[in-house]
């Protein structure tokens, strides 16, 4: 399938979105892989996965670039070689890339009741104002998991709790942002964090200075 969505927020960042409907080798067939790309994928057990990380490579076509462009640092971070700024996820038969002159993190999750098994190890402060017996409980819960993934990824620092240093406001899902904090060591960062729903899966994107 072709691009699912282009999301432009400002002159400076744009998000791009891949429905995955293509086969594993149909992918491996439009894509031109670095050596040490090619065995990483080779390397994954899963084709969704496989399927998932190759679709990126289709959006940073979309954006002019290839994958010789892109580096990991030793975190696991992603950088584009001419020093813009990246985010890259995916999930079942999405995947999105922001990229940006800002600092980004962006993260796609679906929705799933299986969330609440994992809720005690990122739901810390949020458990005041969440509510288990409303119906939009589980949908809460995995924008907030994405609201925190994205500021995990923007701001890349190895040890960071999502329970403890990741905070996300009250908010309604239909006002798609939310206030949320880094609550690191001795300082504390603020991010005004977007996100929607679509198709049984929600996006959230955060955008620093």
């Known amino acids: 399938m072709p691009l699912y969505k282009t999301i432009t927020l ?5 998000v791009k979105m891949w429905k995955i409907t293509e086969s594993f080798d149909d992918l491996m067939a439009a894509v031109t892989l670095k050596p040490e790309t090619l065995k990483r994928v080779l390397g994954m057990k899963s084709e969704l996965h496989q399927r998932g990380f190759l679709s990126v490579r289709k ?33 079942f038969n999405f995947s999105a ?21 994992i809720a005690h190890k ?21 924008t907030i998991w994405c609201v925190k993934e994205s500021l995990y990824k923007l701001f890349a620092t190895p040890g960071t709790s999502f329970k403890q240093c990741f ?6 899902l239909q006002d798609e942002e939310t206030m ?3 609550d690191y ?25």
């Open 59 to 91: 959006l940073l076509a979309e954006f002019g670039y290839a994958d010789a462009d892109l580096i990991y640092d030793d975190n696991g971070k992603p950088h584009l070689k001419d020093g813009k700024q990246i985010s890259i996820t995916h999930s």
């Open 122 to 142: 990122f739901i810390g402060y949020e458990a005041d104002y969440l509510d288990k017996e409303q119906s939009d409980y589980i949908k809460k819960l995995t």
């Open 97 to 117: 890339v922001i990229v940006s002159d800002q600092v980004i993190g962006i993260d796609i999750e679906k929705q799933r009741d299986k969330i609440t098994v």
């Open 10 to 14: 400002n002159s400076q960042t744009v």
């Open 167 to 172: 905070l996300v406001i009250p908010f309604e």
């Open 185 to 209: 060591e001795t300082k504390k960062y603020r991010y005004l964090v977007q996100f929607f729903e679509f198709e049984g899966f929600v996006c959230a994107y955060a955008i620093g200075e």
């Open 180 to 182: 949320a904090w880094i």
